[in-house]
Nanobody, 121 residues
Framework: VQLQASGGGSVQPGGSLRLSCAVS???????????MGWFRRAPGKEREFVAY????????YYADSVKGRFTISRDGAKNTVSLQMNSLKPEDTAVYYC????????????WGQGTQVTVSS
């Protein structure tokens, strides 16, 4: 299974960006997706959770720091997951990673390569 993240860039505070993550690979593995998530790592900081969406039911969960500003969604037909980021703040600056958790797994099994998001005036 491969994850390809895209959509990063530079934006001013208050602006918006949309990240996408395309999943490809074994159909068997794709059908065993439990949830898709987004994480981020800011310079000098540990990687942190941002949001996830479950494949079954589309249940979502967000970190408090992004709740109300970010929206995670999925397109099952295209095997993609997106992260709409609004009202961006300088503290949202980070490399964003998409990740996949398989059924029966307790952690994220597959990770994308990361895409840079910079929020600066």
């Amino acid at each position: 299974v491969q994850l390809q993240a895209s959509g990063g860039g530079s934006v001013q505070p208050g602006g918006s960006l949309r990240l996408s993550c395309a999943v490809s690979g074994s159909i068997f593995s794709i059908n065993r997706i439990n949830r898709m998530g987004w994480f981020r790592r800011a310079p000098g900081k540990e990687r942190e959770f941002v949001a996830y969406i479950r494949r079954s039911g589309g249940i979502t969960y967000y970190a408090d720091s992004v709740k109300g500003r970010f929206t995670i969604s999925r397109d099952g037909a295209k095997n993609t997951v997106s992260l709409q980021m609004n009202s961006l703040k300088p503290e949202d600056t980070a490399v964003y990673y998409c990740a996949l958790m398989s059924l029966g797994s307790a952690s994220y099994d597959y990770w994308g390569q990361g895409t840079q998001v910079t929020v600066s005036s």
